[in-house]
C-alpha cells in the first residue's frame, strides 16, 4: 500500500500563519521583558507549551497568501493550490484521500449522513460509514475522547478539496479537530483523569436537559464513543490535535490495509458504473453550442479538462431529435469514467430531500455559473457523434475587413472585454451605445470602437487575437451615438471577517 502525504496545500499560507505566530510570541517577549524591567526583577521563563504567538496581538488578519478564500469550497478549482491537488489526484489516482481540518469537539470523523447527492454511487455511501465507525471504535479503544460520526455534515455537496476523491470514484476521509492551544502537553489528560461522570455518559455540570444529538457537547449517543470531558475543549492542546487526526489516519489506514481488494474492487465497480450509467441512462451527454462569444464556454471546458472529464468538439453540424448543433460545439458525453462528475457539475441541481436541510447553501450547476448556454441530451444518438478530443480549449480572435480609420470589438458578453480594455487602458476608445454592423459584422450596444494611431491600431487587433474576441477593421467610424470608454477603477470590499459570513465575489 502506497501512502502520499501533502503536508500542506497552501504552503504560502502556512508561511504566513507561521511568521504571525513568532511575531506576536516576540511581541509577548518584549512586553514580559518590559514589565519586568520596570518592577526591576528579571523576565520569567515563558511558559510550559509556548507563548500564544498571534493572540497577543489578535488573530492572523489574511489566512492566505494571496486571497481571502476558502479553498475547501473552490469546486471551479480558482485557486493555484486546488488545481496542484487536483492534478496531483489526476497522476497518482489514490483510491481514498484524507482531508484534516481543525473545527469540532474534539474530532468529527465523516460518514456521508443525509442529504446525500443522488449523482455520487450508492457504494460510497456503505464505505464511509464502514470507515468511520471502525476509527470511532479504534479511537474509542485508545480512550481518546470527544470523537463522533454522525449529525455533522452531510454527502450532498462535491465541492470540498476532498472531494476530488469521491468525484473521481474514490473515498474522502474528511476530518474536524478541535484546534489545539499552547498550553502544558497533559492538560487534556488531568481534565479526563479528574473529571466525575453524572447521568448516563455525561459528565457533571451539563444540565439535566435531554439530549438533542446535535453537535459536539452531547451525552453518548450510538454514533459517539466517549463524552468530551469537563473543559475538554480548553485543555486540548496542540499535541491533542496531532494526535487525534493522526490515529483517525493510522486506523483508516490499517482498515484498508486488512481489506485492500475490497477497496481496489470498490474503486474499479465505481467507474464502471459511472460508465454503464452514461450509456444506460439519461441523461446521456451534455452539449455546449457554438456562439458568438466562445471564451465563457472556454473557461468552462477547461475546468472540466482540468478534472480529468473528457470533452470533445463537434467535427460537423449534427441533429439530435429537435436540435442542431453546428459545427464546433462542445460535447460532454456522459459514458465515460468521470461521467458522473460531469453530470454533477452541469445538470440542474435538484435537492433531494425539501424536509432536509444540509450543511452547506451550496450552488454549481456551471451553465448558469458561468452565463453559458448547456444543453442536457436524452437521445442516445448523440454517444454517436463525431467528435475531435479537447486537450484543452483555445479561443483565438477574428478580425474582418480591411480599414484604417478604428476598430470595432463586439460586445458578445466576454468577460475578456474588461481585460481588454484594461490592457489597453492609453488607447482611445468609446462605448457604441445602439448596435450597428460593420464589414458584416453585427455589433451589439456596449462594443467598443477603438481609434488612434497605428500603432494603437495593431495592439489592439493583437488583444482581439489573444484575448478570443470578434472586430472588424472598419474603413469608416461608424455613426452610432457612444460614449467615452473610460477605464473603470474597482474597489474591493472586505470586513475581514470568515468566508462564510462574507460570502464570496466574483470579478468580471
Known amino acids: 500500500m502506497y501512502v502520499s502525504v501533502t503536508p500542506v496545500a497552501d504552503a504560502d499560507g502556512r508561511d ?162 478541535e484546534s489545539g492551544h499552547d498550553i502544558p502537553a497533559d492538560s487534556m489528560s488531568e481534565a479526563i483523569a479528574n473529571a466525575e461522570p453524572a447521568g448516563r455518559g455525561g459528565f457533571r455540570g451539563r444540565g439535566e436537559s435531554l439530549p438533542t444529538g446535535k453537535g459536539p457537547g452531547q451525552p453518548r449517543e450510538w454514533y459517539r464513543g466517549l463524552p468530551v470531558p469537563a473543559n475538554g475543549v480548553g485543555t486540548f492542546t496542540r499535541r491533542d490535535n496531532t494526535n487525534y487526526m493522526e490515529t483517525a489516519c493510522l486506523s483508516a489506514l490499517q482498515l484498508a490495509s486488512m481489506f485492500p481488494q475490497m477497496v481496489l474492487e470498490d474503486f474499479y465497480v465505481m467507474t464502471k458504473h459511472s460508465l454503464d450509467a452514461g450509456s444506460t441512462q439519461a441523461p446521456y451527454a451534455f452539449v455546449i453550442p457554438k456562439a458568438p462569444d466562445m471564451t465563457k464556454p472556454a473557461t468552462l471546458v477547461n475546468i472540466l479538462r482540468a478534472q480529468g472529464i473528457e470533452v470533445g468538439l463537434l467535427r460537423q453540424q449534427t441533429v439530435v431529435g429537435s436540435d442542431t448543433f453546428p459545427a464546433g460545439s462542445y460535447v460532454v458525453k456522459l459514458d465515460q469514467p468521470y461521467g458522473r462528475l460531469a453530470k454533477n457539475l452541469l445538470e440542474k441541481q435538484i435537492f433531494p430531500d425539501p424536509r432536509l436541510m444540509t450543511y452547506d447553501d451550496s450552488g454549481w450547476s456551471m451553465g448558469w455559473a458561468f452565463d453559458v448556454t448547456v444543453k442536457e441530451i436524452h437521445d442516445t444518438a448523440i454517444l454517436d457523434a463525431a467528435v475531435a478530443p479537447v486537450k484543452e480549449a483555445e479561443v483565438v480572435g477574428t478580425v474582418a475587413g480591411g480599414g484604417s480609420a478604428g476598430l470595432a470589438v463586439a460586445h458578445y458578453g466576454s468577460n475578456n472585454m474588461i481585460t481588454f480594455r484594461y490592457l489597453l487602458q492609453h488607447v482611445p476608445m468609446q462605448v457604441a451605445e445602439r448596435a450597428f454592423t460593420a464589414d458584416g459584422v453585427k455589433f451589439p450596444a456596449g462594443s467598443f470602437i477603438v481609434t488612434g494611431s497605428a500603432a494603437d491600431l495593431a495592439a489592439a487587433k493583437h488583444m482581439v487575437d489573444s484575448l478570443g474576441l470578434t472586430a472588424a477593421a472598419l474603413s469608416a467610424l461608424p455613426t452610432v451615438a457612444s460614449h467615452a470608454a473610460n477605464v473603470p477603477r474597482v474597489a474591493i470590499y472586505s470586513q475581514w471577517n470568515a468566508t462564510q459570513d462574507l460570502g464570496w465575489y466574483r470579478f468580471t
Not at 100 to 113: D, F, K, Q, R, T
Request: glycine share 12%; aromatic share 14%.
Open 16 to 177: 504566513r500563519n507561521v511568521d504571525w505566530f513568532y511575531y506576536g510570541l516576540e511581541a509577548e517577549n518584549a512586553a514580559a521583558t518590559g514589565a519586568a524591567g520596570r518592577a526591576g526583577a528579571p523576565a520569567a521563563a515563558p511558559a510550559a507549551g509556548g507563548g500564544r504567538g498571534g493572540s497577543a496581538i489578535g488573530g492572523l488578519p489574511y489566512w492566505g497568501k494571496y486571497v481571502f478564500h476558502d479553498n475547501n469550497r473552490d469546486i471551479n478549482l480558482s485557486q493555484v493550490e486546488m488545481r496542484a491537488i487536483t492534478d496531483w489526484y489526476l497522476t497518482a489516482h489514490p483510491p481514498i484521500v484524507h482531508d484534516m481540518h481543525e473545527a469540532e469537539a474534539l474530532m468529527y470523523i465523516y460518514s456521508g449522513g443525509p442529504p446525500q447527492n443522488p449523482t455520487l454511487d450508492p457504494i460510497l455511501f456503505t464505505e464511509l460509514p464502514f470507515f468511520a465507525n471502525y476509527q470511532l471504535e479504534q479511537t474509542t479503544k485508545y480512550g481518546m475522547p470527544g470523537v463522533y460520526t454522525h449529525a455533522f455534515m452531510d454527502g450532498w455537496s462535491p465541492g470540498y478539496l476532498g472531494s476530488v476523491a469521491y468525484n473521481h470514484n474514490g473515498m474522502m476521509e474528511m476530518y474536524e479537530t
